[in-house]
């Protein structure tokens, strides 16, 4: 009789069951605070040389799909950003977010928007703040919050949680210099 090998569980795997573990009914507002507290120690439990965490740096991907929950529909992505890398304004529509930073260092200006929205197509933005996140550090991002990221010191491994699939709902990416909004 053979003996079976047990697989290791990884801390992306002990990471995914924990944040399934507090999901609950995905309606508490205090899930994404909750999600970012176990990004937070899912980086403080990972070395750079686990399996999954050195096959994501050494693929270097833009963006890669580390899980996503068949019954749950959230999605924890992986991201390999080089220097300057970024991103126009935009929104997660009824979805939050939350961004982390395993190593390197990327900037997230949150916006608020400051016309009334009646005019279709038109959109004014104010800076309202700056978060920097280096490592170690994640940041939830609420249903609406209009944000963009910037990489500056790089190449940084950020991840990124929704919960929700971005590609079943309505968004909108917003251009400062012209003041406008589109449905993405």
Known sequence: MAVQERKEESSLDRYIAEVRAVWGDGKDPRLPFKVAALMEKLFAGTNPDDPWMSELIRDGKPARELYRDPEL???????????????????????????????GVTEITKYKRTDDGTQEGVAQLKKERLDRLTSGVCIPYLPGDIHSTHAVEAPAVVFRFLSYDLEKIDRYRYNLEKGTVAKV
Do not use: A, E, L
């Open 73 to 103: 529909g959230f999605i924890q992505m992986g991201h390999i950003h080089k220097h300057g890398h970024g991103n126009k304004p935009h929104d997660h529509g009824p979805c939050w977010v939350v961004y982390g930073s395993y190593r």
